[in-house]
């Protein structure tokens, strides 16, 4: 996992439209969230945390309930 050393870190609000993957999930509604982003201006890392209501939902959705391979 990419970790950033840089301290010149500003938040941005966000509205993010989040997709199921894979070919079998095409047909299943995406999920808005709405979280805090936390940019590094330096590298471009950014950090967010999705609410639990929006997280139950992406979680509720997939097949096996497992985290998904990234």
């Not at 590298?43 to 990234?70: H, M, W, Y």
Request: aromatic share 8%.
């Amino acid at each position: 996992m990419y970790q950033c050393t840089h301290s010149n870190q500003k938040q941005f609000p966000a509205e993010i439209n989040v997709h199921f993957p894979g070919i079998e999930m095409i047909d299943k509604p995406t999920v808005w969230v709405f979280p805090q982003l936390v940019i590094c201006i330096e590298c471009g890392l950014t950090q967010f945390v999705i609410a639990p209501r929006e997280l139950a939902q992406l979680s509720d959705s997939l097949p096996n309930s497992k985290s998904v391979a990234v």
